[in-house]
């Protein structure tokens, strides 16, 4: 199983970017998707999650800019993000919760988008 983040780069404060990650390989099924991100010097944070019921969560600081979705079909999670701020520059992963060929339950993470938010 592999998971492919993309769609990071370089905005202006107030601007936007669509991160989408693509999810490959043999699997049973998918649990709970999401982003996580790390700023420099900081630890990583949970920014948004979805369930299988698409319900969703985000951290205080992204809520109202940011919006997770996930299309199950196209096995992709998807983040965009909105009036971005410099405090929201940093590296971006994907994770989603994965039922293996062998029944059991692992989280897989993308390798990382940079997302700097600077003008």
């Known amino acids: 199983v592999q998971l492919q983040a993309s769609g990071g780069g370089l905005v202006q404060p107030g601007g936007c970017l669509r991160l989408?990650?693509?999810?490959?390989?043999?699997?049973?099924?998918?649990?709970?998707m999401g982003w996580y991100r790390q700023a420099p010097g900081k630890e990583r944070e949970l920014v948004a999650g979805?369930?299988?019921?698409?319900?969703?969560n985000y951290a205080n600081s992204v809520k109202g800019r940011f919006t997770i979705s996930r299309d199950n079909g196209k096995q992709t999670v998807n983040l965009q993000m909105n009036s971005l701020e410099p405090e929201d520059t940093g590296v971006y992963y994907c994770?989603?919760?994965?039922?293996?060929?062998?029944?059991?339950?692992?989280?897989?993470w993308g390798q990382g988008t940079l997302v700097t938010v600077s003008s």
């Open positions: 994770y989603a919760v994965i039922v293996t060929i062998y029944s059991r339950s692992e989280t897989y």
């Open positions: 989408p990650c693509a999810l490959s390989g043999t699997m049973l099924g998918i649990g709970d």
């Open positions: 979805v369930d299988t019921d698409d319900i969703t």
